[in-house]
Nanobody
Framework: QLQLVESGGGLVPPGGSLRLSCVISGFTLRSSAIGWFRQAPGKEREGVSCISRYGSSTNYADSVKGRFTISGDNAKTTVYLQMNSLKPEDTGVYYC??????????????????????WGQGTQVTVSS
């Protein structure tokens, strides 16, 4: 059974850091790209970052470039999102999702439901003083 479980969210002041984890089971990063998405209250879910199969390529939304870093562990079962210099506008529920039809070396942060069919339950990130 394919499963994704996020953790690591919390309350941090502006300028702070958090590291989110997405533990995957039933598959590995060898067979799937992983995307991180977030949804703020009253807003649509938006793509934040993604990592391709085998971790060979990454993409970031313009709003987080230079502040967020996505990576995978050697076992290819956990994907991390290191978030630095957090801003209040980064507040939201963060989800990881699996794209099992991606090509090696490619990933997208477009919330394509035909592509990202497996999702975690989300973890809350709140940036506030």
């Amino acid at each position: 059974q394919l499963q994704l479980v996020e953790s690591g969210g919390g309350l941090v002041p502006p300028g702070g850091s958090l590291r989110l984890s997405c533990v995957i089971s039933g598959f590995t990063l060898r067979s799937s790209a992983i995307g991180w998405f977030r949804q703020a209250p009253g807003k649509e879910r938006e793509g934040v970052s993604c990592i391709s199969r085998y971790g060979s390529s990454t993409n970031y939304a313009d709003s987080v470039k230079g502040r967020f870093t996505i990576s995978g562990d050697n076992a290819k079962t956990t994907v991390y999102l290191q978030m630095n210099s957090l801003k209040p506008e980064d507040t939201g529920v963060y989800y990881c999702a699996a794209d099992l039809i991606s090509s090696p070396g490619a990933c997208t942060i477009v919330n394509d439901k035909g592509r990202y069919r497996y999702w975690g339950q989300g973890t809350q990130v709140t940036v506030s003083s």
